[in-house]
């Protein structure tokens, strides 16, 4: 019986949370910027919610700062997260551990997927619709490419895809 009990409370809280959550979603007007693959729609609340392309060297980040729900490909024992960076040419992957969005930049706390790394960096969306990767302070990111290390600059600059 207090099985019943319990069980039946814990239902009707993770509803009550269910429905309590649906009725904070906002509704957001439209702007249209500009990117490298032409005109763009993005929400004013969802600038940092995107997959992010670096052709030079060939990285990606994939973030939602607004849900933190991002899942690490085959790294899933990190749980949720705020993002990653990846790269094309290498499996492990940097881990967005903490974001904060400021206005149109966000202050990321960075880790790299053994824990043995981290920085602190600043994710500026640009006027003309893309993304510039800023190194504050801490380690420098690097991607293994053909068997050697790479260090990726303090500055990058990526497109919206």
Known sequence: MKQKIVLTIMAMLAFSTNISAQSNLSTTKTETSSSKTGKIAQKNDSIFKAHLVNDEFQVWMDIDFYHNNI???????FGEVPGYFGAVRDTRKWIISDATIKGRKAILTIINDYGSEDLKAE???????????TKLDGSTMKIVVN???????KDLIFYCK
């Open 123 to 133: 994710l500026k969306h640009n006027s003309n619709g893309t993304y510039t990767l």
């Open 147 to 153: 068997n050697k290390w790479v260090k990726i600059p």
């Open 71 to 77: 899942t690490v490909p085959r790294q899933e024992i």
